[in-house]
C-alpha cells in the first residue's frame, strides 16, 4: 500500500504544474530591494528582471529587482511616444501619460521622494530611478539608451497608448 501511496503521490507531483509569477502590468513600481543574483524567494514584493539591454552605463547595477505589486502607476500613455535626437545623436525617449496615470504619478511620485522606482516594460524593469522631487505634470524622459534601445521601447511602448473617445 505504501508503495502505491508513493507512486500515486509521485504522479500527482510531476503532473502540477509549478506556480509561475504573472508578469507585472507595464508601469512604474516602487523598488522594495536589489539583487545581483536571483534570489530562491523574496519576502515581500514580485520579484522581476532588470534589463540591461537599454542602457548604456550597467556598471554596477542589480540583476534583480523586488518591486511593489500594488502600489505602481501604469504606464497608460496618451500620445505614441516620442524619439528625440539629441545634439549627442543619441536618442531621449519623451512619454506623457494619460492624465488618470498623470494623477497617480503625481501621488505616487510625492509619497516616494528619494526612494527607487523601476519602469517595467514587458515584465522586465528597464530604468531604474530615484526620485527627487514630485512629478506632477504626467511627462517622463528615459535617456541613457543605448544605441537602438530607445527604438526597441518606441516599438513595446506602442500598445500602451490609450484610445481616445
Known sequence: ??????????????????????IVPDGIYLVLD?????????????????SH?????????ARFLAVDPVDFVPLQLSTAPEGVV???????LLLTLESASAKRLAEFSTRHVN?????????????????RMPITEGKLQVTRCTDHACEKLLVALK???????
Open 1 to 22: 500500500m505504501s508503495l502505491l501511496f508513493t507512486l500515486l503521490l509521485s504522479a500527482f507531483l510531476y503532473s502540477t504544474p509549478v506556480p509561475v509569477e504573472p
Open 34 to 50: 536589489q539583487f545581483d543574483v536571483q534570489p530562491q524567494g523574496i519576502a515581500v514584493g514580485q520579484l522581476i528582471p532588470y
Open 53 to 61: 539591454d537599454f542602457l548604456d552605463d550597467d556598471e554596477g547595477e
Open 86 to 92: 539629441q545634439k549627442d545623436k543619441r536618442i531621449n
Open 115 to 131: 526612494q527607487r522606482v523601476a519602469t517595467v516594460i514587458n515584465g522586465q524593469a528597464v530604468t531604474l530611478h530615484i526620485i
Open 159 to 165: 500598445d500602451n497608448v490609450v484610445q481616445q473617445d
